[in-house]
């Protein structure tokens, strides 16, 4: 929160999930259904991005979008053998792809 906030970021999200907050951890998919939970909309309902197998992992493990993201430190080869829903080089590209999963009403296709 104090990196989200020192960035002036922190208003772009409505729950942040760290570590410490619910147990157990990513690949298990605690993390996303209380954040589904908060939000008050179905794990499938989430768009799950990250930079690690784990994230995709865990993603898949609730029926959510998944968005892996290049340059963290696992390889684009072991992204790609996850079958994320997208991969993407940039955080630049998201947006695009937020786009391109809603329907006609602004609500997130499955």
Do not use: W
Request: aromatic letters at 4%; zero cysteines; a negative charge.
């Amino acid at each position: 929160d104090r990196v989200l906030a020192k960035l002036d970021l922190r208003k772009y999200f409505e729950v942040v999930v760290a570590a410490e907050d619910v147990s157990p951890n990513k690949p298990d998919p605690a993390p996303l259904l209380h954040i589904a939970g908060v939000l008050g909309v179905p794990a499938t309902g989430l768009v799950m991005v990250g930079d690690g197998v784990q994230d995709v992992a865990v993603g898949h493990a609730v029926g959510a979008h998944t968005v892996a993201m290049l340059g963290g430190f696992t390889s684009r080869e072991a992204l790609v053998a996850t079958g994320p829903d997208f991969l993407l080089e940039s955080l630049f590209e998201l947006p695009a792809v937020i786009a391109q999963l809603r329907d006609d009403a602004g609500h997130l296709r499955r």
